[in-house]
């Protein structure tokens, strides 16, 4: 049974840092592509940003230059550190694994950046 669960989310003012962690069991973990994806109140889940099993990331182009998606194999988890946060980064974030279409999903943490 996969289980991702994200932690390291809270309040913070605009422009501080977050660090989301997302650890996960039950999988193959160094052969799943793995994602952070956030939703905020009344919009659709998008992705933050993304990273495959050889490392390559990409990005959504609003967070390029301030976020950095990372994983670690042996610990089974992957991070998300936010710098600059922005008002417009509220949202609840969720820790992906295998893909948005057929992948397993964390329960989400909520990040609310303060102006």
């Known amino acids: 049974q996969v289980q991702l669960v994200e932690s390291g989310g809270g309040l913070v003012q605009a422009g501080g840092s977050l660090r989301l962690s997302c650890a996960a069991s039950?999988?193959?973990?160094?052969?799943?592509?793995l994602g952070w994806y956030r939703q905020a109140p009344g919009k659709q889940r998008e992705l933050v940003a993304s990273?495959?099993?050889?490392?390559?990331?990409t990005y959504a182009d609003s967070v390029k230059g301030r976020f950095t998606i990372s994983r670690d194999n042996a610990k089974m988890t992957v991070y998300l550190q936010m710098n600059t946060l922005k008002p417009e980064d509220t949202a609840v974030y969720y820790c992906?694994?295998?893909?948005?279409?057929?992948?397993?999903w964390g329960q989400g943490t909520q990040v609310t950046v303060s102006s």
């Open positions: 990273i495959t099993s050889g490392f390559l990331t």
């Open positions: 039950g999988i193959i973990f160094s052969r799943n592509a």
């Open positions: 992906n694994a295998g893909g948005a279409a057929y992948g397993s």
